[in-house]
């Protein structure tokens, strides 16, 4: 299992956890606010999510953190999304 983390800052001035993983070939993603304790599981991932775990993912692949297959899984992920709005 790939476990991928990042935080960034709401349109509210709040920090929005994130967690994606990959298990048995499936991404998921879960988030919370910092100020809460519960998690938000995600049975789609939305589409900017998606491209900032394509950006992070991409960046531990040219540092040989992570599989080229994962970045090529996340494009084909994207363009689903993409075909979805």
């Known amino acids: 299992m790939k ?22 070939g499936k991404w998921k993603l879960r988030s919370r606010l910092k100020s809460e304790t519960e998690w938000t599981e995600f049975s789609v991932i939305p589409l900017d999510d998606l491209q900032t775990l394509h950006d992070l993912v991409s960046n ?12 090529l899984e996340l494009e084909a992920l994207i363009a689903a999304a993409e075909l979805r709005k």
């Open 60 to 71: 531990k692949y040219q540092r040989s953190r992570a599989p080229y297959e994962h970045v």
């Open 3 to 24: 476990k991928h983390e990042w935080r960034e800052t709401t349109d509210e001035g709040e920090i929005r956890l994130a967690t994606a993983t990959r298990h048995a």
